[in-house]
């Protein structure tokens, strides 16, 4: 029997051992060690000098552009993502024919899982001198920059990231009990209110799901500021690119890179506390 | 509303469609359709360079996905034989290298793989005898470790979906039978779980071969092909990288579809 037991034991630790293996190699031990360099200074070739000071860190100001534009326009971007995405949802999950539902459901999944870097790079042509503004001139509305803006940026993440807050919305709205909707309507409540106290209400935590997921996400975004905000409109990942790969100041590279993870796992908290005060905190699966 | 959900399907297509469009493009620019050509896919496909990337990213793409299916589902499988707290423990685990952002994740593979090689290399030279020691540096290696973290997550979480639902009483009448774990284990587990092994390998397999940013950090000498196209677009787009677009965005598509389907199936093919 306890020969039986140790087997067992064994087994279970031998289908564990290579992700365990992995997860500590290439998650635990690399953030331990960034978190060592934060505290470090920078060698004088570049790289990492051993040191303990937080002189990293009181020199985040000087990064102060890109958390800015970041702070700002990462929940801007994902309102605007849900803004867009509500309607979507709410037409798929409850307006859409039965038979059509889930093929307009994948059609909005496929480009998710398509290259960001090849979709993004559409826009470049559509806002680019030769795209909108060329159009524009046409009709006499010259000189127009719409590359390289913030506008840009931002029509970008929700062009990325669309299909991502459209999910958790959808199904919420899915599992949405519809005799609840018969029964606000007979008590005589308006459809705007059956809508305000009934849809939207309970499709709260698909929409805090779907917020804090893009949230998250934009937070460490690089391609879209760098395609379409054209070196001016800077995020926290450029910042970090600039200072691991180009002026090798690593510390203060990894300074920044553990703001960012706190920032991102205080997101991450906060949107939690709220959806479990919205409802009995109901999970919902992205794939 | 209709005609705003018909807008937003035109949002999320047109793009696509224009760059599919002006991949077929006889003219050399980029902005101007001036006639139907397939030269761009043949010119994409005898550039050396291009092909390269292609080439290492199909093989970087492959390898991390394979380990991360088996050792990923190894994971889900084990993580159903333990405690509550360890399971808990591996969740949050899981849970952070989907979460942590691609940037992070790339640059503490960096700091740490550097790290390591700082202490390895002189170790093996002391040991070689010869002159020319074996040396570890950033590559192919790197490249598939850093996204095998993220990719075996994945596979972990889809099969372990499966897994809770999976009907126990097969498990156990197999057993009351008197087959051994492992013929349960083959003929039972095995086939009801291959759907979704087969969709996390896709799927891993798809974000590896699109993934641009972490390996931008940890690639060294190497070039992937999002790698490549991201320096060709700085320099201009060219009709040549929307055929590779193109292509790439065709491949993806397939594989998705492809995975959607496995995990569509209930069960397994005679």
């Known amino acids: 029997m306890r020969g039986n037991l ?3 034991n064994l087994l279970t630790a031998l289908l564990l051992a290579p992700a365990t293996l992995w997860l500590v190699v290439f998650l635990v031990l690399p953030f331990i060690a960034i978190a060592i360099f934060s ?18 860190y009181a020199n985040l100001p000087a990064r102060a552009t890109a958390f800015w534009n970041t702070m700002v326009l990462a929940p801007v971007g994902a309102f605007a993502c849900l803004l867009v995405a509500y309607p979507v949802a709410y037409y798929l999950a409850l307006r859409a024919p039965q038979r059509w539902r889930l093929i307009l459901l994948a059609l909005i999944v496929i480009p998710f899982w398509t290259s960001l870097l090849m979709r993004t ?21 010259e000189d127009l920059r719409l590359i390289n803006t913030p506008g840009a940026v931002l029509l970008g993440i929700v062009y990325g990231y669309l299909p991502l807050m459209i999910l958790p919305i959808y199904v919420s709205l899915e599992r949405l009990d519809r005799r609840l909707l018969e029964a606000s309507a007979d008590l005589g409540a308006t459809p705007l209110f059956t809508f305000l106290g009934v849809t939207l209400r309970l499709s709260l935590p698909g929409v805090m799901t779907g917020f804090s997921l893009v949230m998250i996400l934009l937070l460490g975004e690089y391609l879209i500021p760098t395609l379409l905000g054209g070196g001016k409109v800077f995020f926290i990942g450029n910042a970090l690119v600039d200072l691991f790969l180009q002026s090798r100041n690593w510390p203060f590279g990894s300074a920044i890179a553990i703001t960012l993870v706190l920032v991102s796992v205080a997101v991450l908290i906060v949107a939690n506390r709220i959806s479990t005060r919205l409802s009995g905190a109901r999970r919902v699966d992205l794939i | 509303m209709r005609a705003f959900v018909v807008a937003v399907f035109a949002f999320l297509y047109l793009p696509i469609a224009l760059v599919v469009l002006f991949s077929f493009n006889a003219g050399q620019h980029a902005s101007e359709f001036t006639g139907f050509s397939v030269q761009w896919y043949g010119k994409a496909l005898s550039n050396p360079f291009l092909v390269e990337a292609l080439k290492n990213s199909l093989f970087i793409a492959a390898t991390s996905a394979l380990l991360a299916a088996v050792c990923g589902t190894a994971a889900a499988l084990g993580l159903q034989r333990v405690g509550v707290r360890t399971r808990a423990l591996f969740d949050a685990l899981l849970g952070a290298a989907i979460v ?24 093996l030279a002391s040991l070689w005898p010869t002159d020319q020691p074996p040396r570890l540096a950033l590559g192919y290696g790197s490249i598939i470790a850093a996204h095998g973290l993220f990719s075996m997550a994945l ?16 498990v156990e009448a197999s057993s009351d039978l008197y087959a051994t774990p492992l013929t349960t284990f083959r003929s039972i587990v095995l086939p009801q779980i291959m759907p979704a092994v087969i969709a996390g390998f896709l799927l891993a397999f798809t974000f590896s071969f699109d993934d641009f940013i972490i390996a931008f950090f940890v690639a060294g000498a190497q070039t992937t092909l999002p790698i490549y196209v991201f320096a060709s677009i700085r320099r201009g787009v060219t009709p040549e ?7 790439v965005l065709a491949a993806s598509v397939l594989l998705v579809l492809l995975a959607q ?9 005679p």
């Open chain 1, 6 to 8: 140790v087997r067992k």
């Open chain 1, 39 to 56: 505290v470090g200074e920078r060698a004088p070739e570049g790289g990492y000098q051993a040191a303990l000071t937080f002189a990293q």
């Open chain 1, 121 to 141: 790079y559409a826009w470049m042509y559509i806002l680019g001198g030769r795209g909108i503004p060329a159009l524009l001139a046409y009709v006499g509305i």
């Open chain 2, 100 to 123: 942590v952002p691609g940037v992070v994740i790339g640059i503490s593979t960096l700091v740490a793989l550097v790290q390591l090689f700082a202490v390895v290399n002189p170790f």
């Open chain 2, 155 to 170: 596979v972990t979480m889809i099969v372990g979906t499966r897994l809770s639902s999976l009907d126990r009483n097969l």
């Open chain 2, 241 to 247: 990288i929307n055929a590779v677009a193109t292509i």
């Open chain 2, 261 to 269: 389907w496995q995990l569509g199936r209930r069960k397994p093919s």
